[in-house]
């Protein structure tokens, strides 16, 4: 099950992060920005071949005792991380890899829209809407 998911800026500066367990909010807030540290680094070590690729899927980060944080960047360095209940060994990597084509679609929609400016925060329904139906469609 998705407990958390975030989009942030190429400035590493949260445009939105949504997690299940308000309770546990400010855990998965640090494991998103701890999880920045890797995206560098794999972005880093990937060099001028990450602008050559078509995918930007960035695979498992790290896991934790009771979490996995899969990370996801855009061709213009916007990052996708989505944090995973460990608990759940059905969900496969391709079903992850097309939870971030859906997010990074809908992300698409929101930068399309000419009322929206970007950098800001996203404050849209329909990219909220679909974000809670990607963490209920992995239970």
């Known amino acids: 099950m998705a407990v958390c998911i975030a989009v ?6 949260p ?10 909010e400010l855990k998965f807030h640090y494991m998103v920005h701890t999880s920045l540290d890797v995206v560098d680094e794999k972005i880093s ?3 001028k071949a990450l602008v050559d690729q078509r995918e930007l ?5 790290y896991p934790t005792e009771d ?3 899969y990370g996801y960047v855009t061709n213009s360095k ?3 991380v989505m944090v995973v209940d460990s ?11 097309s939870m971030f084509r859906k997010l990074h679609n809908s992300y ?3 930068m399309c829209n000419p009322f929206y400016n970007p950098g800001d925060r996203i404050h849209s329904r329909a990219f909220d809407n679909m974000v809670t139906a990607m963490m209920i469609q992995v239970c």
């Open 8 to 13: 942030i800026a190429k400035e590493n500066y």
């Open 15 to 24: 445009l939105y992060i949504r997690s299940v367990p308000t309770e546990n």
């Open 45 to 47: 070590a990937l060099g």
């Open 57 to 61: 899927y960035l695979g498992l980060l």
């Open 67 to 69: 979490h996995k944080v």
């Open 78 to 80: 916007v990052k996708f």
């Open 87 to 97: 608990s759940n060994t059905a969900l496969r990597d391709n079903e992850i890899r």
């Open 108 to 110: 698409t929609d929101v």
